[in-house]
């Protein structure tokens, strides 16, 4: 199939009422093909119409997960994905197989050269079956990040390095890179408030490209210690302090509030069930009610995720959903020690 000459393009044809992770997919691959072809405009993304000589994406809806097949023809090429993620990856399948572009051309700036023309052999591949459920990047201390754009709102964190919020373009460009590779889950960033509307940016930038979204172990059920902290001076409790044991009626009431927050992004989000203290540290580092045995600091943490997970039950109206929990730091050691 001709996909482009000096003179005419294709068109990419999508199905009517296609999701906005498909359409967002499909502009990164017009992208790729103007890019390769040199054409400033072209491959016009339509919905209907004749499928000879196009690019057509398909969502069936049925099949094994995030699955996907591409065919190469003289009469076209179609997409097929069984569910939205295997049809994003689909795209970007075609992308790299049949287009030669790198899966991570933004991150080592190499794209293929301009070419005049470009004619497909007829070909067909299909997804394999993947082992692992959840594939993810947590964009662990993303002040990095922050720096290239600073366009992306602040942060009310008493914290270093953490004043800044990533500009949601920026992320957009790691969150392509992840599709590409076929990455289905990130966390965006190592403090996300969502009450914030400029940190929500990131939560709604994750799902509108039909990624699946988590939370850093700081932060279990979407809440950190400074975001507790933050719930308390904005509610006049400033005099109350931020923990489970002593205050435990309050910090139900602030999980309540994150959660509902974080509950309407639905299936796309993995929940974080846990008990953390203040800059990624143990509870019972700032929190001296805490036991002192192992067996009493491993009840908490237990007794807190319990309660998480029942919170989550109730604002969902089902125990049907993901969720983890990190050993990370005193996780590690309590687990080790039985």
């Known amino acids: 199939m001709k996909l482009f000459d000096l003179y005419r393009d294709t068109v990419i044809l999508l199905p009517e009422g296609a999701c906005e992770a498909v359409v967002l997919a499909a502009r990164d691959l017009q992208r790729d093909l103007r890019r390769l072809s040199g054409h400033e405009r072209g491959f016009e993304i339509c919905t209907g119409g004749e499928r000879r000589g196009a690019i057509a994406v398909e969502t ?6 995030e699955a996907y097949t591409v065919s190469v023809t003289e009469d076209g090429v179609l997409l097929r994905g069984s ?10 399948a075609f992308s790299t197989k049949c287009l030669g572009v790198l899966p991570v051309h933004r991150m080592v700036d190499r794209f293929p050269q301009v070419r005049e023309t470009m004619t ?18 947590f964009i662990n201390d993303e002040d990095l990040l922050t720096e290239f754009r600073i366009s992306g709102g602040h942060r009310d964190i008493d914290y270093p390095f953490y004043a800044d919020v990533v500009d949601v373009e920026v992320l957009d460009m790691v969150l392509e890179t992840a599709l590409r590779l076929e990455i289905n889950l990130i966390i965006p960033a190592s403090f996300v408030a969502i009450c914030n509307p400029d940190e929500e940016k990131l939560v709604r930038a994750v799902t509108r490209r039909g990624l699946y979204i988590s939370q850093h172990h700081v932060e279990p059920v979407g809440v950190s210690y400074f975001g507790a902290d933050a719930y308390l001076k904005a509610h006049g409790a400033e005099e109350e302090t931020v923990s489970f044991i002593g205050n435990r009626a309050r910090m139900e009431e602030i999980w309540h509030h994150y959660i509902e927050k974080w509950a309407q992004y639905g299936e796309q989000v993995v929940w974080q069930l846990g008990l953390r203290g203040k800059a990624d540290r143990a509870v019972w580092q700032n929190d001296p009610s805490v036991p002192l045995s192992m067996e009493g600091r491993g009840g908490i943490i237990t007794d807190a ?12 109206d089902t125990d049907k959903f993901h969720s983890t929990a990190t050993l990370w730091n005193e996780g590690s050691e309590l687990y080790g020690k039985g």
């Open 83 to 92: 569910d939205v993620l295997g049809t994003v990856f689909g795209i970007y």
């Open 120 to 137: 497909l052999p007829a070909c067909a591949f299909s997804s394999a079956e993947r082992p692992v459920r959840f594939r993810g990047w």
């Open 60 to 65: 069936v809806g049925k099949g094994e997960r």
């Open 305 to 316: 995720i319990a309660t998480q997970h029942r919170i989550i039950c109730e604002t969902l």
